[in-house]
């Protein structure tokens, strides 16, 4: 059956430039929702806060923003900003794992809430100008919060329901849960979109196929490391041609265009440093790779050190296929 592909919000790496340079140079996923931004207290919402959800910056693909928050009234004026900037869907943040939001009952740290979570819906839905989607793990200790906040869940109009199989608690370590996933999805009145550990086209036809009625999936780290996957998935051709040339204008797009907007170059290596740690797991060397690449100290040298390693993969690539 037909199905879509999203891309995850991965903070720190899948902004409005690497959306839309993903969409210019690989392509496959339908749509992408963005990494959170958090709710403020006050009515007013600086444009320089909601810069890169602005629709001029972002004409790759479809979006849906993200929010983060535990305060409904809070949420509420940044999601109705963003409704009123042109966007359809926002979805709330019920999955981030990292210590230092659940403890402060943000992500998945309020899962376990649900109480909490029952209020601020009933605040926040009726208020709200557009529709609304939701992005949850499975528990944040328990991996049965989210069974035990489904019914709560199906009283309200949803768009979808995004599930993570993890715990909080795990990170991105260990298995996915997958009967847990299928026990949310049973008793889910919603839309569910499966996300996690689709690291391959084999993973996605195995996951697809003990899931049928799943027509929704998001692919996260793994899009990262293998640009190409999210097509592969879509075409079902797995044959990939000028894959090193490809990759490589890819990142030099990259670089380009965040040279161009952060300040200095220390946040610029630090960005594309962060990038390596995925990317470089596409190739053959990308131990040495990495340990390069984090070892540069200006820009002159981080582009020597790249530029040498692209040349490289690409003779070795042509003896391959030669």
């Given amino acids: 059956m037909p199905f879509k592909l999203y891309m995850a919000p991965l903070r720190g790496f899948t902004d409005q430039i690497y959306r839309n340079l993903f969409s210019e140079h690989f392509g496959?996923?339908?749509?992408?929702?963005?990494?959170?931004?958090?709710?403020?207290?006050?009515?007013?919402?600086?444009p320089k806060y909601v810069r890169g959800l602005l629709p001029e910056n972002n004409t790759g693909m479809p979006v849906v923003?993200?929010?983060?928050?535990?305060?409904?009234?809070?949420?509420?004026?940044?999601?109705?900003?963003?409704?009123?900037?042109?966007?359809?869907?926002?979805?709330?943040?019920?999955?981030c794992p990292h210590p230092q939001v659940t403890k402060k009952m943000r992500g998945?740290?309020?899962?376990?809430?649900?109480?909490?979570i029952q209020a601020f819906l009933d605040e926040a839905v009726p208020a709200m100008k557009g529709k609304l989607?939701?992005?949850?793990?499975?528990?944040?200790?328990?991996?049965?919060?989210?069974?035990?906040?489904?019914?709560?869940l199906n009283q309200y109009p949803l768009e979808e329901?995004?599930?993570h199989p993890r715990t909080g608690l795990q990170m991105y370590e260990g298995n996915v849960d997958l009967e847990g996933f299928e026990t949310c999805l049973s008793i889910l009145h919603h839309p569910v979109v499966y996300n996690g550990d689709i690291r391959s086209a084999g993973d996605f036809s195995a996951l697809s196929g003990r899931f049928k009625n799943v027509d929704r999936w998001m692919i996260g780290r793994w899009s990262l490391v293998n640009p190409f996957l999210p097509g592969v998935i879509k075409t079902g051709l797995n044959k990939v041609d000028n894959r090193v040339e490809r990759m490589k204008h890819?990142?030099?797009?990259?670089?380009?265009?965040?040279?161009?907007?952060?300040?200095?170059?220390?946040h610029l290596l630090n960005r594309m440093k962060a990038q390596w740690n995925y990317f470089s797991l596409a190739?053959?060397?990308?131990?040495?790779?990495?340990k390069r690449v984090r070892k540069v100290g200006s820009p002159r040298h981080y582009l020597e050190v790249v530029s040498r390693f692209f040349e490289t993969e690409a003779v070795w690539e042509e003896e391959k296929n030669a």
């Fill in 28 to 46: 496959g996923f339908d749509l992408a929702v963005a990494p959170f931004i958090a709710s403020t207290s006050g009515k007013r919402i600086r």
């Fill in 65 to 95: 923003p993200q929010i983060l928050s535990k305060s409904a009234e809070d949420f509420i004026v940044l999601a109705n900003c963003l409704f009123d900037m042109g966007y359809d869907t926002i979805n709330w943040n019920l999955g």
């Fill in 108 to 116: 998945s740290g309020l899962l376990p809430h649900t109480e909490r």
């Fill in 133 to 152: 989607s939701i992005k949850a793990r499975l528990g944040q200790k328990d991996r049965d919060d989210l069974h035990r906040l489904a019914p709560i």
């Fill in 161 to 163: 329901v995004i599930i």
């Fill in 250 to 266: 890819f990142h030099d797009a990259l670089y380009e265009q965040y040279a161009a907007v952060l300040s200095g170059p220390s």
């Fill in 283 to 290: 190739f053959r060397d990308c131990g040495k790779t990495v």
